[in-house]
């Protein structure tokens, strides 16, 4: 009797111990996909006001997207554009004439908790943004969304505080203005 109760106490630890090292094994594969995480924060910004630190001169509006390195491994930002639709043929790239004097130019290395600001001018936005939507590519009562692509083509998607439509109303009344 008593080799009976030994051989079910080694059993149960036996198991006990099989748990134990699955545990462990999964423990450690967790922790060698998260050492390897890109993760991205966005956000959008509008109006930016950019103030030349030469001339202290107020540059025109602009809108722009602040992208924050969240993750625990480097990112580089290859391209940024207006997604119109959810598939890769709907994308409208951003021209940015100002990088270099404004905002980075791209591809960019983003480092660790590094942030990177990119604008756009806001009367060519908004020139792309009513030809988009009289082309019929988007359209005026959705918010306008905002991707932005890594080397690895991963995307990573924002949308704009307000619709097109109010987006297109505010540059009418600038015009009478």
Do not use: H
Not at 60 to 86: K, Q
């Amino acid at each position: 009797m008593d080799e009976l109760f030994w051989n079910k106490v080694s059993a149960i630890g036996t198991c006990l111990g099989a748990l134990a090292t699955f545990i462990a094994v999964v423990v450690a594969l967790y922790q060698t996909k998260l050492t390897n995480k890109k993760k991205l924060k966005l956000k959008f910004n509008d109006p930016v006001t950019i103030v030349n630190p030469n001339t202290g001169e107020q540059l025109e509006d602009y809108i722009g997207i602040t992208i924050i390195n969240i993750g625990n491994r480097e990112v580089i930002i290859d391209d940024w554009s207006i997604l119109a639709g959810n598939k890769s043929k709907d994308r409208y790239k951003i021209m940015t004439e100002m990088q270099g004097l404004l905002s980075q130019k791209l591809p960019y290395k983003l480092k660790i908790e590094e942030k990177l600001n990119l604008y756009y001018e806001k009367k060519a936005f908004l020139r792309l943004v009513i030809d988009l939507v009289d082309n019929g590519n988007i359209r005026s009562y959705k918010k306008i969304k905002f991707q932005v692509l890594d080397s690895t083509n991963k995307s990573y998607i924002i949308e704009s505080d307000k619709t097109i439509s109010e987006y297109i109303n505010e540059s009418k009344k600038k015009i009478i203005k």
